[in-house]
């Protein structure tokens, strides 16, 4: 659907360059998007590498252990049906972990290996378990305390403050985040009592 909508918007937008006499607009637009992606791709690996590099050196500090420890009650009320000690745990923990870091990037391989450890305890093998979808509502709507990809972004085009973004994306994805957790919740509820 996202697609159509995508595609609807670039033939609107040429369609209106045409009528308007400014065809050669489109494809101007076209090469500096493109210039601005590379140059863009290329500042953020350095920040990416950078706190990728920082992760490493908490992980090896044991902070991320800490934050997983942490986490663990916490997780154990979301996840109800997960055991405690089964390896898909371990994957959502770590995985909320680098995304509360703001390293997304990082956190998707242990995205992937938490929603196979949560499949082999899936009972139906063709629809996904009230754990699967609340892991995918939590990561998606995970809160960051570093919005790091932002802040390079921001640091790029030349912001004088370019961790200004912080405070905001901490409320806003904490928010995010609870909205996600509680809707999950409710719509759990609604249907285990057979509404849909």
């Known amino acids: 659907m996202v697609n159509f909508v995508w595609l609807g918007m670039i033939v609107f937008g040429i369609l209106v360059a045409a009528v308007n006499g400014n065809i050669?607009?489109?494809?101007?637009?076209?090469?500096?998007?493109?210039?601005?992606?590379?140059?863009?791709?290329?500042?953020?690996?350095?920040?990416i590498t950078f706190w990728l590099g920082i992760m490493k050196l908490a992980e090896e500090a044991g902070l991320v252990r800490a934050l997983a420890w942490i986490m663990r009650p916490v997780m154990n009320f979301i996840f109800p049906s997960v055991p405690k000690d089964h390896p898909a745990m371990g994957a959502i923990i770590m995985n909320l972990s680098v995304n509360i870091l703001g390293l997304g990037n990082a956190a998707t391989?242990?995205?992937l290996i938490a929603m196979r450890e949560?499949?082999?305890?899936?009972?139906?093998?063709?629809?996904?378990?009230?754990?699967?979808?609340?892991?995918?509502?939590?990561?998606?709507?995970?809160?960051t305390l570093i919005p790091t990809t932002i802040i390079g972004i921001r640091l790029f085009y030349g912001s004088t403050d370019p961790t200004g973004i912080v405070g905001p994306t901490i409320m806003a994805t904490a928010f995010s985040m609870t909205v996600a957790l509680v809707t999950d919740r409710i719509l759990r509820l609604v249907y285990s009592r057979g509404g849909r």
């Open 24 to 47: 050669e607009v489109v494809t101007k637009a076209a090469l500096d998007g493109a210039d601005h992606a590379v140059k863009i791709s290329i500042s953020l690996i350095a920040i």
């Open 109 to 111: 391989p242990m995205g």
């Open 118 to 143: 949560l499949q082999k305890l899936n009972r139906g093998q063709d629809t996904a378990s009230d754990a699967m979808c609340t892991f995918l509502a939590l990561n998606t709507s995970c809160m």
